[in-house]
């Protein structure tokens, strides 16, 4: 069973620091990885999606990496901004398994900026 | 373009009563999901609609839930007999489908259930 391990669970910087999050799944069957990003009682925002075959996306201040290997993902936010409060999500669209086709998603990483 | 919409927003019921919440996608988007979000599990996936296809309904937690989505469109989950444990907020997505691989999936605001 695909798992997706979010680290840190909470994160809290100062306006301008660079940052990174980090994700980890079990399973490397799978088609793309999506990070998302989640603000208080809103839904979910796509924010990259990495296909299986690629190594980065990036938009903006946001770059993705996926190391599919070893299982691993980071977020790179750069020059943070109190804006990119939110919580992030990272989430696996799985290629094998009784997951097949479907989603499995981290825990979550809560980012506060402070001005 | 409208996105996901959900309604209703927020929904308090008494344990054993009946709850139906709706979905309404993006319109052209033949692909519709439902997820739960609670406390302590994260985000779990539902159920699974992709045009006129059989729902993949594997992630149901039990038979008290179902779903539709009449004309390829609208969608209602059904929850009957509901259950404390059942508050969580229920998030729909949609997607362009079937291009698996590269299908971005996007998000309503959600609906928070609350059992009393």
């Known amino acids: 069973k695909q798992e997706v391990t979010q680290i840190p669970a909470a994160l809290s910087v100062p306006e301008g620091e660079n940052l990174v999050l980090n994700c980890s799944f079990t399973?490397?069957?799978?088609?793309?990885l999506q990070w998302f990003r989640q603000d208080p009682g809103k839904g979910l925002t796509s924010l990259l999606l990495i296909q299986s075959s690629q190594r980065e996306q990036t938009s903006g201040r946001l770059n993705a990496s996926l190391d599919k290997s070893s299982g691993r993902s980071t977020l790179y936010i750069a020059a943070s901004q109190p804006g990119d409060s939110a919580t992030y999500l990272c989430a696996v669209l799985n290629a094998g398994g009784t997951s097949y086709g479907k989603l499995t998603f981290g825990q979550g990483t809560i980012l506060t900026v402070h001005p | 373009g409208a996105g996901v919409s959900q309604s209703p927003s927020n929904k308090v019921t008494e344990k054993g009563k009946d709850v139906e919440l709706r979905c309404d996608p993006i319109?052209?988007?033949?692909?519709l999901y439902w997820y739960r979000q609670s406390l302590g599990q994260g985000l779990e996936f539902l159920i699974y609609?992709?045009?006129?296809?059989?729902?993949?309904k594997s992630g149901l937690p039990s038979d008290r839930f179902s779903a539709e989505r009449t004309g390829g469109s609208v969608s209602t989950l059904t929850i009957q007999r509901t259950q404390q444990e059942d508050s969580a907020v229920y998030l729909c997505?949609?997607?362009?489908?079937?291009?698996?691989?590269?299908?971005?999936?996007?998000f309503g605001p959600g609906t928070r259930l609350t059992v009393l």
């Open positions: 399973d490397s069957a799978i088609y793309n």
């Open positions: 997505a949609s997607s362009l489908g079937p291009g698996i691989r590269t299908d971005t999936q996007y």
């Open positions: 609609f992709q045009g006129n296809s059989a729902p993949d």
């Open positions: 319109s052209g988007h033949t692909a």
